[in-house]
T-cell receptor
């Protein structure tokens, strides 16, 4: 009955590799997000999609590419991983893009770059 | 631009003590305000929200009131429990896209 599920939960990889994180929500929501949480627990939005359309694209290196095959899925692909990419990445969803809608978060993917 | 400032942690309290975590914000327009809680190893969970001035959000004994005049949304609980130990985030959303702007988080530790 998991509402927002991310895989994998942990990802340990070498610098320079390419990796993907997958996210799925079964809430029937229209809007999905990716956030990055750094080692000091600070959270910052990266991307948002509404019904498969990109609506928020913050200042993120173009090595990061989100893809939304349908409104229930939002995946994050990262090319040429760097040490600074080590963080916890959270996927979230909300009913729609209205600012009064709360967001539902997955449990996060902890990415560690060696 | 939008910003959220919340008190630095960690905050350590004894069980049944009164909790206040301060949060102030700067925003364009009329933001919605949220408190999220993060337990160790988990994602964020919505604790409460308020979408207009003077609204009070409440849940599980926690309360916060949207104060437009002081641009604040302080979190309070009358009697904390050990199970309330977590990191608490104040956040706002304003404008299209529902982009959340978070505070830095406040770690709460409740001891017996």
């Amino acid at each position: 009955d998991t509402a927002v599920s991310q895989t994998p939960k942990y990802l340990v990889t070498q610098m320079g590799n390419d990796k993907s994180i997958k996210c799925e929500q079964n809430l029937g929501h229209d809007t999905m997000y990716w956030y990055k949480q750094d080692s000091k627990k600070f959270l910052k939005i990266m991307f948002s999609y509404n019904n498969k359309e990109l609506i928020i694209n913050e200042t993120v290196p173009n090595r990061f590419s989100p893809k939304s095959p349908d409104k229930a899925h939002l995946n994050l692909h990262i090319n040429s991983l760097e040490l600074g990419d080590s963080a916890v990445y959270f996927c979230a969803s909300s009913l729609d893009r209205s600012s009064n809608q709360p967001q539902h978060f997955g449990d996060g993917t902890r990415l560690s770059i060696l | 631009g939008n910003s959220v400032t919340q008190m630095e942690g960690p905050v350590t309290l004894s069980e049944e003590a009164f909790l206040t975590i301060n949060c102030t914000y700067t925003a364009t327009g009329y933001p919605s305000l949220f408190w999220y809680v993060q337990y160790p190893g988990e994602g964020l969970q919505l604790l409460l929200k308020a979408t207009k001035a003077d609204d009070k959000g409440s849940n599980k004994g926690f309360e916060a009131t949207y104060r437009k005049e002081t641009t604040s949304f302080h979190l309070e609980k009358g009697s904390v429990q050990v199970s309330d130990s977590a990191v608490y985030f104040c956040a706002l959303s304003s404008g299209g896209g529902n982009k959340l702007t978070f505070g830095t988080g406040t770690q709460l530790k409740v001891e017996l």
